[in-house]
């Protein structure tokens, strides 16, 4: 039975910690899914780690559904969040609706993500009004990348810090199940995830969110282009695979692969026949 956002909800009232990974593909989201992890984000990360963008500025909507559809397949029981790329939920309402609906009904995912706390509760509202549940994210919004000058903390200030809450509390007025906290202080994430009843989903925020997300590419060491202080590497893949690759030259190289059981047989008489 695939999870809930009721569930997810419920999870903070009872203290169980919520965990959130990204996935891009089919084999990925099996792996993530059958690991345990209730909630799986087809980020818009994508764009860097899966087609090598420098942000995640360029990605567009049939981007994110061919994605979305490839962990649908994959995962069975995780909630799959879809990412809205950027300007795909800010032109206009109307926008938003048809962007989120073509996730849920093209792309087969249950829940949407956007970035932004104030400026889109209105946004948020209807979206959740016309069925399809939001996950609010704020702080550190990689969308807003040119306009916040790079991938720095937010929320430092008395003036930033007052409006992060406010931010954080219109997104849940506005129906949003849970909020993405990226690159905010620990006491600062502390108050917030005090202050709201909805899920806190930390990702450079500290241990007090009620749930963790990190990008799974940074979290197996698939990603050497840039590795984010808040990330913590629990296995080393990209190493893995190139020592594999290399190992894989060497032996074709030599005449080592493929060896005899690497192959199939034909009947002697196939090859008689043949030879007369
Ligand atoms: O796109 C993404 O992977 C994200 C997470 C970092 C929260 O938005």
Do not use: W
Request: with cysteine.
């Amino acid at each position: 039975m695939r999870i809930t956002v009721g569930q997810i909800r419920d999870m903070k009232q009872k203290g169980q910690k919520i965990t959130m990974l990204t996935a891009y593909d089919y084999s990925t989201a099996k792996l993530v899914d059958e690991a345990g992890v209730p909630l799986i984000l087809v980020g818009d990360s994508l764009g860097m780690v899966m087609l090598g963008y420098e942000s995640t500025i360029p990605v567009t909507m049939d981007e994110m559904v061919h994605h979305i559809k490839a962990v649908v397949r994959g995962a069975r029981n995780a909630l799959i969040v879809g990412d809205l790329p950027f300007m795909t939920y800010t032109v206009s309402v109307e926008d938003a609706l048809r962007n989120a609906a073509r996730f849920i009904q093209e792309g087969g995912c249950q829940a949407v993500k956007l970035e932004g706390g104030v400026n889109v509760a209105d946004t948020v509202r209807r979206v959740v009004e016309c069925g399809i549940p939001v996950m609010g994210h704020i702080g550190l919004t990689p969308q807003s990348i040119n306009v916040l000058s790079g991938y720095k903390v937010q929320g430092r200030s008395p003036e930033a810090a007052a409006r992060l809450l406010k931010d954080a509390k219109a997104l849940e007025e506005a129906g949003a199940f849970s909020v993405v906290l990226e690159s905010v202080p620990i006491p600062l994430s502390k108050l917030i995830t005090e202050k709201l009843t909805i899920p806190t989903i930390g990702i450079g925020a500290g241990m007090h969110c009620d749930g963790q997300v990190q990008v799974v590419h940074d979290m197996l060491g698939l990603f050497a282009d840039f590795i984010p202080r808040h990330a913590k590497q629990y296995a080393r893949l990209g190493d893995t695979i190139k020592q594999a690759v290399a190992t894989y030259v060497a032996e074709v190289r030599d005449g080592t692969f493929p060896a005899e059981k690497n192959g199939y047989a034909i009947d002697e008489s196939v090859l008689r026949e043949l030879a007369r």
